[in-house]
């Protein structure tokens, strides 16, 4: 992800001159707010349970915003999740490991917000089977819904419009306490292993590696191109594709218009554009506070899924606690350029032989951010 706002609005002098010669009138009708609907229309009009329980779950984190969930309801009760293949990372996921992992995130708030209605669900992981190298046809997951007196709410669930993947600089004077890591990884709930450190050694190591390896995904053209085509710079593009990486506001819709920070400016490993870009990232990783991880005995599919369920379930007890979460992925990633970081971040985090890491990211207090963009729902059904 190689952009966020607020490192271009450190560079942004031109063009806050051009904003303020233009008046405020562009600047508040900047907000995507189509793009963020999704947000606001969870759970609302709604009758049939499963989607009611779909309009959160499109609310799940998952990688590049690529949200890559398709949705078949044809029979009664129940849903069938597919991957959509058009919404794959050939480049950074070879083998759709990370995408599973978003469906996971997926398939877990799915469970939240059914609870949240008086349903249970009865999630059964590849009812067909599934493919290891890459997904094919076969569905995600089957999912029967049935409403049960005895189904009680997850206190997690009242902070789904809160979450977010947190992009920005931490408060580097705001130290993550033993206990805030403790609580974050019991809350995950799930067959999988959550190991965090606010141990300075470590968080030093670590910063220095997320960095290491970001760097190595600005420099692997192909990696890089696949962040820059997934980029929507303005209002018109994140309302028109409202996923990928969304770079909006006044400030950056400015720059855009000026030439300054375009798709192409961006795409030329020389031009200033890219440069910024780049120059944000190494003080972004070494704000870190603490860092957490999941990984899994093997790295089977279902693994996969339950990474991503466990991911979600600490994102949002982050949340309850007022911290600030980043996933940083590049690091475990499996393309050849980054393997050196690969087996060195399984030596810091002391993983076991036969455990994968499946998820990775780091802590500390940052600033609140509005919600990501989110194709509606009624865009994920499958058609008959
Ligand atoms: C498996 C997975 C991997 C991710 N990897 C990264 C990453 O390396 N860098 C990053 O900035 N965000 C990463 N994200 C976060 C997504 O970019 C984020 O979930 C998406 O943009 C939607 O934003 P939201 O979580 O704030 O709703 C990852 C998310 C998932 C589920």
Same mark, same amino acid.
């Given at each position: 992800?190689?952009?966020?706002?607020?490192?271009?609005? #450190?560079?942004?002098? /031109?063009?806050?001159?051009?904003?303020?010669?233009?008046?405020?009138?562009?600047?508040?009708?900047?907000?995507?707010? #189509?793009?963020?609907?999704?947000?606001?229309?969870?759970?609302?009009? *709604?009758?049939?349970?499963?989607?009611?329980?779909?309009? *959160?779950?499109?609310?799940?984190?998952?990688?590049?915003?690529?949200?890559?969930?398709?949705?078949?309801?044809?029979?009664? +009760?129940?849903?069938?999740?597919?991957?959509?293949?058009?919404?794959?990372?050939?480049?950074?996921?070879?083998?759709?490991?990370?995408?599973?992992?978003?469906?996971?995130?997926?398939?877990? @708030?799915?469970?939240?917000?059914?609870?949240?209605?008086?349903?249970?669900?009865?999630?059964?992981?590849?009812?067909?089977?599934?493919?290891?190298?890459?997904?094919?046809?076969?569905?995600?997951?089957?999912?029967?819904?049935?409403?049960?007196?005895?189904?009680?709410?997850?206190?997690?669930?009242?902070?789904?419009?809160?979450?977010?993947?947190? #992009?920005?600089?931490?408060?580097?004077?705001?130290?993550?306490?033993?206990?805030?890591?403790?609580?974050?990884?019991?809350?995950?709930?799930?067959?999988?292993?959550?190991?965090?450190?606010?141990?300075?050694?470590?968080?030093?190591?670590?910063?220095?590696?997320?960095?290491?390896?970001?760097?190595?995904?600005?420099?692997?053209?192909?990696?890089?191109?696949?962040?820059?085509?997934?980029?929507?710079?303005?209002?018109?593009?994140?309302?028109?594709?409202?996923?990928?990486?969304?770079?909006?506001?006044?400030?950056?819709?400015?720059?855009?218009?000026?030439?300054?920070?375009?798709?192409?400016?961006?795409?030329?490993?020389?031009?200033?554009?890219? %440069?910024?870009?780049?120059?944000?990232?190494?003080?972004?990783? $070494?704000?870190?506070? /603490? $860092?957490?991880?999941?990984?899994?005995? +093997?790295?089977?599919?279902?693994?996969?899924?339950?990474?991503?369920?466990?991911?979600?379930?600490?994102?949002?007890?982050?949340?309850?606690? +007022?911290?600030?979460?980043?996933?940083?992925?590049?690091? @475990?990633?499996? *393309?050849?350029?980054?393997?050196?970081?690969?087996?060195?971040?399984?030596?810091? @985090?002391?993983?076991?032989?036969?455990?994968?890491? %499946?998820?990775?990211?780091?802590?500390?207090?940052?600033?609140?951010?509005?919600?990501?963009?989110?194709?509606?729902?009624?865009?994920?059904?499958?058609? /008959?």
């Amino acid at each position: 992800m190689p952009l966020t706002r607020r490192a271009l609005l #450190k560079s942004a002098g /031109a063009a806050a001159i051009v904003l303020t010669a233009a008046g405020g009138t562009f600047v508040m009708t900047r907000n995507p707010a #189509k793009a963020t609907a999704p947000w606001h229309t969870a759970g609302q009009d *709604y009758t049939d349970p499963r989607l009611r329980a779909l309009s *959160y779950a499109i609310l799940a984190p998952n990688p590049h915003n690529r949200q890559p969930w398709l949705i078949d309801l044809r029979r009664e +009760g129940e849903l069938t999740l597919h991957c959509d293949s058009n919404r794959l990372l050939p480049v950074t996921d070879p083998f759709n490991r990370q995408i599973v992992i978003g469906l996971g995130c997926f398939l877990e @708030l799915l469970q939240l917000a059914a609870k949240e209605y008086g349903f249970q669900t009865e999630i059964q992981p590849f009812p067909l089977g599934s493919a290891f190298e890459q997904l094919d046809e076969r569905p995600i997951a089957a999912v029967r819904f049935h409403r049960s007196e005895s189904v009680k709410p997850d206190r997690l669930f009242q902070q789904v419009f809160k979450r977010r993947s947190n #992009k920005e600089e931490f408060d580097t004077a705001r130290p993550i306490a033993d206990a805030t890591l403790l609580a974050l990884q019991d809350t995950a709930d799930r067959t999988v292993l959550v190991g965090a450190t606010n141990n300075s050694k470590q968080v030093s190591a670590l910063r220095d590696l997320t960095w290491r390896a970001m760097e190595t995904e600005l420099k692997t053209r192909d990696a890089y191109m696949e962040s820059v085509e997934l980029m929507r710079i303005g209002k018109a593009e994140i309302e028109a594709n409202p996923d990928g990486i969304d770079l909006g506001g006044p400030f950056l819709e400015t720059l855009n218009k000026l030439g300054i920070l375009t798709r192409e400016s961006l795409a030329d490993m020389s031009s200033s554009a890219y %440069q910024q870009g780049f120059d944000m990232f190494k003080p972004m990783m $070494h704000s870190a506070m /603490a $860092h957490i991880w999941i990984a899994t005995e +093997g790295n089977s599919r279902t693994a996969q899924l339950e990474a991503g369920r466990a991911w979600l379930r600490v994102n949002l007890k982050a949340t309850e606690l +007022g911290v600030s979460l980043h996933p940083l992925s590049q690091a @475990l990633q499996e *393309y050849p350029e980054v393997r050196p970081h690969f087996d060195k971040v399984r030596n810091i @985090l002391e993983a076991a032989s036969g455990q994968r890491l %499946q998820m990775l990211g780091r802590l500390g207090y940052g600033p609140q951010l509005d919600p990501s963009p989110r194709w509606p729902l009624e865009t994920r059904l499958k058609e /008959a």
